[in-house]
């Protein structure tokens, strides 16, 4: 079944120690997107691409960073992880079509830890 | 600022019930309106979506309700079963690759 990937989908990590999250899918979409999710909040968008170009929005920290070395990949770092980082890292992906109708397709998460 | 505004936070509804979600929102640019349904521990999953062309869209038991001049829409969920139970976000977007801009979430309990 085509859909998207990530791993890992726990990961405990240390105060100011990088660590980086994994997405992938199989739907050969040109977007992807990762997305912040803390407890019982809502998503917030962090950064996407589409297809090389990438598009960050203006409130996510500099501490979050990301890559797509192809269509398939993108990889979300967090060069220094803080206590407010920890949350559920959520990973989509969509065709980019124009017309308003683009659905987002979205991984189960990763949830993170930071001790 | 919150561009879109979901109402009530959590709700309770006997089975068989109608459910009803309400969001309200800012950017008149937004032209793509999907609820998400998530469960506990998973990603959330596109339940519907509507653009502002349509003033209703029904799909199952679920109806989208939409007022472009009040910048509000709704979901109703029809004949509500213990396995709606669980978080519903509105969202909107400008359409086409944009990011979602979503709601604070509805947690929704279906009792049985």
């Known amino acids: 079944d085509a859909m998207v990937i990530q791993n890992p989908r726990y990961q405990v990590t240390q105060f100011g120690k990088p660590v980086t999250l994994s997405c992938s899918q199989t739907?050969?979409?040109?977007?992807m997107y990762w997305y912040q999710q803390k407890s019982s909040q809502a998503p917030k968008l962090l950064f996407h691409y589409y297809d090389k170009d990438f598009n960050n929005e203006a409130d996510t920290p500099d501490n979050f960073q990301s890559r797509r070395p192809n269509t398939s990949f993108c990889f979300l770092d967090i060069r220094s992880p803080g206590l407010g980082d920890a949350a559920m890292y959520l990973c989509a992906t969509s065709r980019g079509n124009s017309g308003g109708t683009d659905t987002q397709y979205f991984g189960p998460g990763t949830r993170l830890t930071v001790l | 600022q919150q561009q879109v505004k979901q109402s009530p936070q959590s709700l309770i509804v006997q089975k068989g019930g109608i459910s009803i979600i309400n969001c309200a929102y800012e950017?008149?640019?937004?032209?793509?309106f999907p609820w998400y349904q998530q469960f506990p521990g998973k990603g959330p999953a596109l339940l519907i979506a509507?653009?502002?062309?349509?003033s209703e869209k029904k799909e199952g038991r679920f109806t989208i309700s939409f007022n472009k001049s009040a910048k509000q829409f709704s979901l109703h969920i029809m004949d509500s079963q213990p396995g709606d139970s669980a978080t519903y976000f509105c969202?909107?977007?400008?359409?086409?690759?944009?990011?979602?801009?979503f709601g604070k979430g509805t947690h929704l309990i279906i009792q049985p």
């Open positions: 509507i653009r502002p062309d349509v």
């Open positions: 950017n008149t640019a937004f032209d793509y």
């Open positions: 739907l050969n979409h040109n977007v």
């Open positions: 969202a909107a977007s400008g359409g086409g690759a944009d990011g979602l801009t």
